[in-house]
Structure formats: structure tokens, C-alpha cells
């Protein structure tokens, strides 16, 4: 996937840092190799190097529409939203060494502790932090060393240079931002194109990265992939960007699940990541839902024989057919992907399957589907979705959008939030000896009361029940209520949560770490 010319200025150096600069030993080289050139680096063990396409800008930021009313942008460009005011810093500050009176020179803000990396948002310029915050890889474009390759049947593929732990930021997604209502024309424009670069970057926004973008549009799919796209907050603004989710070894292609939906009229895409896990294609073929279904009857009737005298040629590709089959006296829905002009097959994906047949339509009979009744169809459905009385942003006919397209979730409806948590007095103790209580209170602005429960006596049915249970699992008698009461309680509270698991997950590292240490002195 591919990126374009840098638009970073100095207009930005209120959240770069020190004089804006670039820590050279953790950035990626931003003057990429010139349009269809080869990378510089050598490829590693096992892997092609390959130019990289004529027809794509490389390009490092997103492009959003010009504001310059004397170079105006295409209309589908959507505009960049307006830098958020600056807020209370996340209150991280370096540790001190009493004992050698020096202060750590690790960097902070590096993990949940800290309230905005917690929220997935960076730290802006007035971090206490200082030099040392580390929560500021996408604004300063920390990529890690990656270099483009040959995948073979996969096409370009991104391989790690060197080792990446699991966690770590490896590269921002950049394209230009299309506004969501010209996703259906964008469609059509490369309907006659088997590979897409649409990713969702909020529910009005999408990446499109086919013809300016980032090198993160090389990242292949995978089914069981090692990187994942996560959307954070840089200055209020939301950046799509790849993390590591295992450890990764220098030479090892990196990958995540594109979750795709099937697009209605638009042939599935055949997986080549070779996974045992492997689904067989890149999109998720679930079986049909009541309102597929529904939609199916009501293209009934709007088949229409082809009127060409001979099989169409590309003009049919990514269309719905219908073959029929005489052995089986009836008609089999079918997508077209290619077609190859040397010998006249179309290459088709039957429905329920996923292998490619090469069909001569020319000896067939077939039907194809009335696009404009499809369109008709499919717009009618997006417009109920969108006013659905539960607010969701519906995902619209952009069920073809790159990796992790889904819309963000919101508040759902009947499913009471609660303000608290109980807690093991263990986790309490954590919590306060890491001061991860009073930093919550200041930055979301909340009160956190804590009391002890001795028994299950909360008006509220479900939160007795909850104290029922903690006072149940606890050890030691005793668990304790933190109430969420102010301004932001709820964000707070998943605050709390997100370094409570964290906890757990690192109690268990070291439990597996011990058990590993006892299996060597056995030995």
C-alpha cells in the first residue's frame, strides 16, 4: 500500500518535540526512493526486491482538501478537521533515583499509566514529560525498518528489516481522505481493478491510498496475521496506524485481517496468506444474514439475458451472473473476477465456494444482474440503516473498505453504564502505589471514592450482585468500591480497567517466567 510527498511543516513543532526533530536510530528514512525505483536497502533472506508502481505518489501524512481557494481540490476530498485545543497534560513526569540523586532518562508515557496513551491519543507539547516522552511516535513518524518486497502470487508485499516487539508502532496508513458520500462513485471508478486501497478512518472519512498512500499499502492480508490497525488521536485527529501484535523477526512479511464484507456485485477475493487458518478469501464469507435474504427476493425478477452476440468481455467484470448448469437443470449466482482476452474465459467464483473457475460464456447460458436495479436496491437499504433510530453510522455500500472498515461503536442502547468498580484488594494496592488513582482524578477531571464492602447491600440489583461476587472470589474478605463521580466518569473508569488488565497480563508473564526458571533447575 503507498504513500505521497511529506506535508509536514513548521507550523507542527508545538507537538514534535525537541526543535521538531526526528530520533534517527527509531525513524524510517523519509526521503523515499524516487517512483518506480528500487528501494535502496537490499531485500532480506528469501525475498525479491521490486520496483515500486509509476502510477503511485508515495506520500508520508494524509492528503486532505486543498485551502487554498486558488488550488481547489477534487470535490470528494474531505476537509481536515480542526486541531483540538490543548488540555491538561497526562501528568507523566521522569522517576527519580534519591539514592544517585539523577533522573531515570527512560522515556515516559509509554503504556497505560498514562491517562492520553491509555486513550490511544499522543501527548501534546505540554507534556510534563518533556525530551522524554514517548508518546509521540506518529507525529514524529517513528516508523520502524521496513523495506518493500516481491510476495509473489500476493503481489508487493512489507518485511521487516529488523526485530519488532509485539506493541510496538510500525507505520501509519496515509492516503487522500475521501468523504464517505463519494464512496459509491469511488467504487464504480475502480470497479474494473482486482485490488482496493479504501480504509475507514472514522465514520465520515476513509483513506484512499490506491494512488497517493503511504508504504503501509503494501501490508498483505493475513488470517492469522501480526499486525493490527488501531486508530489514535494526534491534536484531535484521527491517524490510522499499524502495531505490532506478536514479536516479529527481522526477514518476516508483516500482515493484518483486512475484513472485508462482501460487496454485492463485486467478486470475492481469493487469500493467498497460506495460514492454517486460512478462510480461503479476504473477505468474510459468514453465511447470509435475514437481510440479505431479504434484499435477494427482492432482485427476483430483475435478472436480464445477456444482449451481447458473443460472451461480454471485461465490461462484465465484478458483475453477479447467474450460470446455468444442465445436469443440474438450474442456474448457479456466480461473481466474475477477470477475464483473459487471449482465449476468451471469464474467470468466475460460484457462491459457497472459493475456488476461481475459467467459464467460456460464449457455450453458457446466463443471466446477469440489472445494476441499476442493484443500485437501486442497495441505495434504498443504506438510506434505512442511516436512519436508524439508534444512531449508528451505518458502513453504507462500502462493504469492500480496507482493513478493520467498521464504523466505531457507540453507547449501545438498553445497557445501563455503570460508574464503578469493584476491586481484590491486591489490585487496590497497585493501584495506589503507582499514584494511578490521583492522576486519573486530575486529568478526567472525576472523584474516585473507595469504601470498603463488607456485604451486599447496594439498592441496585445488578451492582448487588456484583459486590456479591467480588466478596465471593476474594481472598482475604475484604474488597473495596471505587465510585466514579465528575465531569468524565466513565472514561475514567476505563482508564482504571485498561491498567487493571495490564496488571494481570503482567502477573501472568511473570508466573510463566518463574515456572520456566523452576523447569531449568529440575533439570
Not at 32 to 49: I, L, M, T
Amino acid at each position: 500500500m503507498n504513500a505521497a510527498k511529506s506535508t509536514f511543516n513548521d507550523t507542527k513543532l508545538e507537538d514534535h518535540g525537541v526543535n521538531g526533530t526526528f530520533p534517527s536510530h527509531e525513524t524510517q528514512m523519509l526521503h523515499k526512493p524516487p517512483n518506480g525505483s528500487h528501494d535502496s536497502q537490499s531485500p532480506p533472506v528469501g525475498y525479491k526486491a521490486c520496483e515500486r508502481p509509476d502510477d503511485v505518489e508515495h506520500i508520508d501524512e494524509v492528503q486532505w482538501a486543498s485551502e487554498d481557494a486558488n488550488n481547489p481540490s477534487p470535490s470528494e476530498y474531505a476537509r481536515r478537521p480542526r486541531y483540538a485545543p490543548m488540555e491538561d497534560p497526562c501528568g507523566c513526569t521522569p522517576a527519580y533515583d534519591e539514592e544517585n540523586d539523577t533522573i531515570d532518562t527512560r522515556p515516559c508515557c509509554t503504556d497505560t499509566t498514562c491517562v492520553l496513551f491509555a486513550c490511544q491519543e499522543e501527548c501534546r507539547g505540554n507534556c510534563e514529560a518533556g525530551d522524554l516522552c514517548g508518546n509521540k511516535r506518529i507525529t514524529k513518524k517513528q516508523w520502524r525498518d521496513v523495506i518493500v518486497v516481491d510476495a509473489g502470487l500476493k503481489g508487493r508485499g512489507l518485511v521487516a528489516n529488523a526485530d519488532i516487539k509485539s506493541g510496538h508502532f510500525i507505520i501509519e496508513y496515509t492516503g487522500v481522505a475521501i468523504q464517505k458520500s463519494y464512496l459509491d462513485s469511488m467504487f464504480r471508478r475502480y470497479r474494473m481493478e482486482r485490488m482496493l486501497y479504501i480504509m475507514a478512518l472514522d465514520n465520515d472519512v476513509y483513506i484512499d491510498a490506491r494512488k497517493k498512500g503511504s508504504i503501509a499499502r503494501y501490508v498483505n492480508h493475513s488470517c492469522e496475521p501480526n499486525c493490527a490497525v488501531h486508530r489514535w488521536k494526534v491534536r484531535g485527529i484521527s491517524r490510522a496506524c499499524i502495531f505490532a501484535t506478536k514479536d516479529i523477526k527481522a526477514g518476516t512479511e508483516l500482515s493484518f485481517d483486512y475484513k472485508w464484507k462482501r460487496k454485492r456485485g463485486r467478486a470475492p477475493t481469493k487469500c493467498y496468506c497460506g495460514s492454517i487458518k486460512c478462510r480461503g478469501t479476504l473477505e468474510d464469507m459468514l453465511d447470509k444474514s435475514e437481510e440479505e435474504e431479504q434484499e435477494e427476493m427482492q432482485l427476483e425478477g430483475h435478472w436480464k439475458t445477456h444482449t451481447m452476440t458473443q460472451g461480454a468481455g471485461r465490461e462484465i467484470m465484478n458483475r453477479t451472473i447467474k450460470v446455468f448448469s444442465p445436469g443440474e437443470d438450474e442456474y448457479f449466482l456466480a461473481d466474475v473476477c477477470e477475464y483473459d482476452d487471449k482465449v476468451g474465459k471469464h474467470c468466475v467464483i460460484y457462491r459457497g465456494e472459493i475456488e476461481e473457475t475459467w467459464e467460456n460464456l460464449d457455450d453458457k447460458k446466463w443471466l446477469i444482474l440489472d445494476e441499476e436495479m442493484e443500485q437501486f436496491v442497495i441505495k434504498r437499504k443504506t438510506k434505512s440503516r442511516q436512519s436508524n433510530s439508534n444512531g449508528l453510522i451505518s458502513t453504507g455500500t462500502n462493504m469492500n473498505a480496507n482493513p478493520e472498515s467498521e464504523p466505531i461503536p457507540m453507547s449501545q442502547p438498553n445497557v445501563k453504564a455503570k460508574n464503578y468498580l469493584i476491586l481484590q484488594t491486591p489490585m487496590k494496592e497497585k493501584l495506589f502505589a503507582k499514584h494511578l488513582v490521583d492522576r486519573c482524578q486530575r486529568h478526567y477531571r472525576v472523584q474516585i471514592g473507595v469504601i470498603q464492602v463488607f456485604t451486599a447491600t447496594a439498592p441496585d440489583p445488578d451492582e448487588s450482585a456484583d459486590e456479591q461476587k467480588a466478596l465471593k472470589e476474594s481472598r482475604d474478605g475484604k474488597c473495596w468500591k471505587f465510585s466514579f463521580i465528575g465531569m468524565k466518569p466513565f472514561v475514567a473508569r476505563e482508564y482504571i480497567e485498561k491498567n487493571i488488565q495490564d496488571f494481570i497480563e503482567s502477573d501472568k508473564q511473570a508466573t510463566l517466567g518463574l515456572e520456566g526458571n523452576y523447569r531449568e533447575e529440575e533439570k
